[in-house]
């Protein structure tokens, strides 16, 4: 059984930063695609940034230019660096991992929360 471990979250005024973590029990080479996701209440879950095993990235348009995706495979983590953050971004922020056969490992969810 996979897990995604993830960490990072919190408070901060509007403007600040942010680094979620996210730690996977198995290699993240395992996935065709790894990202992290964010959902308020009362709608969907939405993908903020992702990669492909292959390195290819896709944001958001909401967080283009202020949020970066990485990976260090040495440590199967994946970061989500979360600059210039919004009000708007408040949300609960989950990690994915998604097989080839398009089946979704999530974890536990990280709230984050931009107030002032």
């Known amino acids: 059984q996979v897990q995604l471990v993830e960490s990072g979250g919190g408070l901060v005024q509007p403007g600040g930063s942010l680094r979620l973590s996210c730690t996977a029990s198995?290699?993240?080479?395992?996935?065709?695609?790894m990202g992290w996701y964010r959902q308020v209440p009362d709608k969907q879950r939405e993908l903020v940034a992702g990669f492909t095993r292959g390195g290819t990235t896709n944001y958001a348009d909401s967080v283009k230019g202020r949020f970066t995706i990485s990976r260090d495979n040495a440590k199967n983590t994946v970061y989500l660096q979360m600059n210039s953050l919004k009000p708007e971004d408040t949300a609960v922020y989950y990690c994915?991992?998604?097989?080839?056969?398009?089946?979704?490992?999530w974890g536990q969810g990280t709230q984050v929360t931009v107030s002032s």
């Open positions: 198995t290699t993240i080479f395992s996935f065709y695609h």
């Open positions: 994915n991992a998604r097989t080839r056969l398009d089946f979704d490992y």
